[in-house]
């Protein structure tokens, strides 16, 4: 990309960048983007001055790395660019899709059921596994 290019452009227009699933990205993607808003903005200054946003669940998968080892693969993530200690981590408190329009008697079933898919995801529940194990499924979720 160079200056007074179209790209370039659009980035100046730009005001707010949003990278969906950032933690299963290479950090080089980052670290590219990083020095491209340098070369066409402010050199000086993360991404140009531009704000960015990296959403993603940290509970998910790292960065594939064919034939890595552990060290590789944690290598790769954004964690480990330069860019991670500008970063600062926003969490998600309240699942709205899940809860606007409903009664006050289902919100609390909807709250029980969120906080066992989290629990599922960090994996609290089925007791001790290496990989695999057995999850129990409420009845009151079951459809026969």
């Given at each position: 990309?160079?200056?007074?290019?179209?790209?370039?452009?659009?980035?100046?227009?730009?005001?707010?960048?949003?990278?969906?699933?950032?933690?299963?990205?290479?950090?080089?993607?980052?670290?590219?983007?990083?020095?491209?808003?340098?070369?066409?903005?402010?050199?000086?200054?993360?991404?140009?001055?531009?704000?960015?946003?990296?959403?993603?669940?940290?509970?998910?998968?790292?960065?594939?790395?064919?034939?890595?080892?552990?060290?590789?693969?944690?290598?790769?993530?954004?964690?480990?660019?330069?860019i991670w200690h500008h970063c600062r981590v926003l969490k998600l408190t309240r699942?709205?899709?899940?809860?606007i329009g409903q009664p006050s008697a289902d919100i609390e079933e909807t709250k029980?059921?969120?906080?066992?898919?989290?629990?599922?995801?960090?994996?609290?529940?089925?007791?001790?596994?290496?990989?695999?194990?057995?999850i129990e499924i409420p009845d009151d979720l079951l459809i026969e």
């Amino acid at each position: 990309m160079e200056r007074g290019s179209d790209e370039a452009k659009l980035l100046e227009k730009t005001k707010l960048i949003i990278w969906d699933e950032a933690l299963m990205t290479h950090k080089h993607a980052f670290q590219a983007l990083d020095k491209s808003c340098k070369d066409v903005l402010k050199p000086n200054s993360l991404f140009g001055e531009k704000v960015v946003v990296f959403g993603g669940d940290f509970r998910q998968i790292l960065p594939v790395i064919k034939k890595g080892s552990r060290q590789q693969i944690v290598n790769a993530s954004l964690c480990s660019s330069y860019i991670w200690h500008h970063c600062r981590v926003l969490k998600l408190t309240r699942n709205l899709r899940l809860t606007i329009g409903q009664p006050s008697a289902d919100i609390e079933e909807t709250k029980k059921f969120s906080k066992w898919l989290l629990d599922i995801g960090e994996g609290k529940v089925g007791g001790p596994n290496e990989g695999t194990t057995k999850i129990e499924i409420p009845d009151d979720l079951l459809i026969e």
